[in-house]
């Protein structure tokens, strides 16, 4: 009897000694020995990333136009995927997105902006001031640039044009400060407005003092156009 045991105990030791040699644990170590639901959560970590970059890249295609079919200066038209990530950087919609933005009405308008749309709120704004209150609108348009949003010179621009208050120097001025600001393709649209040479003149004084008061000399970020 006392051999058997002897044997019995010999050969635990065996197995003890074998373990500690080879480093493998055993198998009730739950430290070493992660759940099923752990290792898939552990390899699935890796790929988190990949539908973000998926509706990023989307987003990008929205804006592209086929080179030989972009209108000269328009201001929504990406050439490359550079241009597309700037537009979306600055805050401008895609040609698709202002078209259905445009058929909301002014409240479905203003709970886009409020979620934080930052193309809607450019749109409400305008559509405040030009159809509504000028000064409310124009207030809307102003914090919208002041968050950064590129596009919002374009909205304030079109409200000095377009609402009651309708101001062509001011539009020109803000137009301006989009350009000097980056938007090179604002020179298009700046090129087509009826203006004196003398208005013109009061217009880019009035954009230089914009830029070094209300833009707060921010650096330009110039538009990609290879």
């Known amino acids: 009897m006392k051999g058997k045991l002897l044997a019995g105990a010999c050969a635990l030791c065996m197995v003890v ?42 987003a990008e295609q929205d804006y592209l136009c086929i080179p030989e079919r972009c209108r000269a200066g328009g201001r929504l038209q990406a050439r490359s995927l550079n241009e597309a990530r700037w537009l979306i950087e600055n805050g401008y919609p895609s040609e698709d997105e202002s078209k259905r933005l445009s058929l909301l009405n002014t409240a479905q308008l203003g709970i886009e902006a409020d979620a934080g749309n930052r193309a809607a709120q450019v749109l409400y704004g305008k559509r405040i001031a030009v159809e509504s209150n000028f000064l ?87 538009r990609p156009l290879e």
């Open 17 to 58: 000694v074998a373990t500690s040699c080879t480093g493998e644990s055993t198998p009730s170590d739950p430290a070493l020995h992660p759940t099923a639901s752990e290792n898939q959560g552990r390899r699935a970590h890796p790929r988190t990333a990949a539908p973000q970059q998926q509706l990023n890249r989307r």
């Open 136 to 222: 409310s609108g124009l207030t809307i348009l102003r914090q919208a640039a002041q968050a950064g949003s590129l596009y919002a010179y374009y909205g304030i621009s079109d409200a000095y044009l377009e609402g009651s208050s309708a101001d062509p120097i001011n539009s020109y001025a803000y137009l301006r400060l989009a350009y000097i600001l980056g938007d090179s393709k604002a020179a298009g649209e700046l090129a087509g407005r009826d203006l004196s040479s003398i208005e013109r003149a009061v217009a880019d004084e009035r954009a230089s003092s914009l830029y070094r008061t209300f833009a707060e000399e921010r650096a330009p970020s110039v």
